[in-house]
């Protein structure tokens, strides 16, 4: 199951001749490996390149990049034999899906028949259900190639009050590839730190409360959280029935919208679902994308936009692209939540949490260890590994919470989405006239922390978590970097307003250009040009 049992072949696999096209040579398959994947899949199609060159090529750069960084937890052993039936489809001239050869990475929480689904627990290590979670159907159903999965932040990040975003039972620990001291971010660290290293054309995060965001943010690249009910969750591992849905992340906007168009559909067994069919985004061509932003109004968050004068730079640029795009910015200074928000928040996951995970266990057809939260419960206190570096407290309180017959987790459930949606997201937009909201996604990312476990300095900021309970649309893209490390802006706007969300971020994202490389650095003390500084002063 483990990535180091399959990449041994992959030097080999470069130099085979059955994966020779017009792309023959190392350097012009790995100038296509950095490429959008909507670039990608129209090469394919038109014989410039082949999947199999782009699978070998992914690949290989796991084996070289991601030794440092850990982001991938497992591959697809017949990856390549599937590109090369996709290549073969091609040269026959059969009509192929939009997404054509591309190699994927999907979260470690996301049910796929390739591999087992562990969402990084050692009692989930044998879960190979045999099934494909429906998004991953829709994913095949176009011709994309599951490559492998990625590491997670364990059980999605819930399991403890002191946890270690990117840590898992089953992968270790995943590190932040700009600087390889600071987080990841999480649930979804893997898949954002592995398309920052471009090891696969698209990848799948979650989220129930900033797992895509996060992630794509702290690792500078575009991540996007649909409409909840947008798309299927049925076969992920669950947290939140309310809060939860999977995600792309990508190299580009253009991308996330054509992932999400892909993805996106009703489900018979997910009644969220029950009209997302209305509501599926246009695939994304040159006539549907805007070039600038006339007629566009932008509500320009300030009350949680943090204090740091760096993060605070960066925001200002992206407001005067915008601005220059056409849009017309209208200020947004305060918004007021009930004292009890943040607490109830918590209630709610748990309560959800302990009915999901019980569902989905008993609904597991793999032989695990343990069926319900009980059993997870017992089974971690018998693991040495699993406790070695934070507890379960979540899954503790979890286990204690309200059902969700009471009336405490049913007026918490009102509270909180009324706060967020309604009262929250649909007054400020109404109120101000506005079409998409706007904020830093967070700020830059924090040292890992083995003692004290995750807690940023500067705080966490952004109006994510209003999306995230309301269930609205959120996309993230890197603005700009603040002393090695990536910063993104957010457009956040209302529910099933996706395919307009994509379409006002593409034209910032175009306009403002902005991109950031890994450098892999230990720390920020191992920047070339900081070297001399950490050093005595010499006159």
Known sequence: MIKKGYVLLTTVLLLCSACATKATTKRQID????????????????????????????????????????????????????????????????????????PILLKDNIESTEL??????????????????????????????????????????????????????????????HILSRSACGSSSGSGAAMALRLASLAVGTETNGSVICPSSINGIVGFKPTVGLLSRTHIVPISFSQDTAGPMTATVQDAWLMTSVMAGSDAQDKATADADTHIPTLPTSSLIATDLKGISVGVVRYRQGDNPHVLAIYEQALEQLKASGATLVEISDFNQPDTF??????????????????????????????????????????????????????????????????????????????????????????????????????PSFLIDGVYGDHSPAGFIGIGYLAAVAGYPHLTIPAGAVKDLPVGISFIGAKWQDEKVLSIGSVFEAKHGFYITPSLLPTRFDNPALKAVTKPYQP
């Open 342 to 443: 943040w607490r109830d928040s918590y209630n709610v996951l748990l309560s959800e949490f302990h009915a999901s995970i019980n569902e989905y266990l008993a609904s597991s057809p793999a032989q695990l260890p343990a069926r319900d939260l009980e059993g997870l419960i017992a089974f971690n206190s018998q693991s040495e590994r699993e406790l070695a570096l934070f507890d379960q407290s979540i899954f503790e309180k979890s286990l204690a919470s309200d059902s969700l017959e009471s009336e405490n987790y049913k007026n918490a459930v009102s509270l909180i989405q009324d706060t967020a949606g309604k009262s929250g997201i649909d007054a400020l937009m109404a109120k101000h006239k506005v079409d998409v909201l706007v904020a830093p996604s967070n700020s």
């Open 31 to 102: 100038t296509w490996l950095d490429k959008p994947a909507h670039v990608q899949v129209q090469a394919i199609k038109a014989g410039d390149i082949t999947s199999a060159d782009l699978v070998a090529g992914y690949l290989a750069r796991i084996e070289a990049r991601d030794t440092k960084v850990n982001s991938v937890l497992s591959l697809n052993p017949n990856a390549l034999a599937q590109a090369k039936a996709l290549d073969k489809r091609i040269a026959n001239g059969e009509q192929v899906g939009v997404l054509a050869g591309l």
């Open 116 to 177: 087992p689904t562990t969402a990084g627990s050692l009692a989930l290590l044998n879960n190979d259900t045999g099934r494909d979670a429906p998004i991953v159907s829709k994913l095949k159903a176009a011709d994309a190639i599951v490559l492998g999965k990625t590491n997670l932040s364990e059980w999605a990040n819930f399991r403890s009050e002191s946890s270690i975003s990117g840590w898992s039972g089953v992968g270790g620990l995943t590190r932040n590839p």
